[in-house]
């Protein structure tokens, strides 16, 4: 496994370049830039090249060698200067597979993005599907006509004294919200009317928990 570092264009291109050597730009020297346009280090290595078979034979290994260590670095340093951003390295056998996983990658991270918009969605979504009873100040169903707490007809006119917006039952976490019933002693809904547990009708003030 090779390492590759990945850049990305605001066009949405794609590309991979391989960490350290390169074996291509040593075999292939200028015409490896030839080929990648690099046109600054093709003309030297060209003409380098044909200086070295004209008056010894064979190319410079020397020439070769300079190739191979930068020639990745060219590659990266004409990416940045052609707007591609440099996002993550990671390990591939090939620049293609660089890029397939990647884009796996980034698939997998929208995909979990969506996942959870759409969860916190579902739970900042208001539930249309309940009211509070105004007597005991409770969440039951909407379309229920008797409370499932403290049994109240709902049916009939509401008191005049409007119970609270229901939270869960919780009076050591909000104690300013809940009072003592006087006759069962639990905790209830400080606006409440009517007990939830004893359904017993409460005087208008009470001594609050």
Same mark, same amino acid.
């Given at each position: 496994?090779?390492?590759?570092?990945?850049?990305?264009?605001?066009?949405?291109?794609?590309?991979?370049?391989?960490?350290?050597?390169?074996?291509?730009?040593?075999?292939?020297?200028?015409?490896?830039?030839?080929?990648?346009?690099?046109s600054?280090?093709?003309?030297?290595?060209?003409?380098?090249?044909?200086?070295?078979?004209?008056?010894?034979?064979?190319?410079?290994?020397?020439?070769?060698?300079?190739?191979?260590?930068?020639?990745?670095?060219?590659?990266?340093?004409k990416?940045?200067?052609?707007?591609?951003?440099?996002?993550?390295?990671l390990? @591939?056998? &090939?620049? %293609?597979?660089?890029?397939?996983? *990647?884009?796996?990658? $980034?698939?997998? =991270?929208? !995909?979990?993005?969506?996942?959870?918009?759409?969860?916190?969605?579902t739970?900042? @979504?208001? &539930?249309? %599907?309940?009211?509070?009873?105004? *007597?005991?100040?409770? $969440?039951?169903? =909407?379309? !229920?006509?008797?409370c499932?707490?403290?049994n109240?007809?709902?049916?009939?006119?509401?008191?005049?004294?409007?119970?609270?917006?229901?939270?869960?039952?919780?009076?050591?976490?909000?104690?300013?919200?809940?009072?003592?019933?006087?006759?069962?002693?639990?905790?209830?809904?400080?606006?409440?009317?009517?007990?939830?547990?004893?359904?017993?009708?409460?005087?208008?003030?009470?001594?609050?928990?």
């Open positions: 496994m090779k390492t590759f570092v990945i850049y990305e264009h605001p066009s949405g291109d794609i590309k991979a370049v391989k960490k350290g050597w390169s074996w291509p730009a040593f075999l292939f020297d200028g015409f490896w830039a030839l080929y990648h346009s690099l600054l280090q093709a003309v030297i290595g060209i003409i380098l090249d044909l200086i070295s078979f004209i008056t010894v034979g064979f190319g410079l290994i020397g020439v070769s060698l300079v190739y191979g260590i930068n020639g990745n670095d060219w590659l990266k340093e990416l940045i200067k052609s707007g591609y951003v440099s996002k993550c390295s390990q @591939a056998d &090939n620049p %293609d597979g660089a890029v397939w996983r *990647y884009k796996a990658i $980034q698939k997998e =991270k929208q !995909a979990k993005q969506v996942a959870q918009t759409q969860a916190d969605g739970q900042n @979504a208001p &539930n249309n %599907d309940v009211k509070i009873c105004p *007597y005991c100040g409770e $969440q039951i169903k =909407k379309i !229920a006509v008797v499932r707490y403290c109240s007809n709902l049916s009939e006119p509401h008191p005049t004294q409007p119970a609270a917006e229901n939270t869960e039952h919780n009076a050591h976490t909000h104690p300013d919200e809940y009072k003592t019933c006087p006759y069962c002693g639990e905790d209830i809904k400080k606006a409440a009317v009517k007990c939830r547990y004893c359904n017993s009708d409460l005087p208008e003030s009470l001594p609050t928990v």
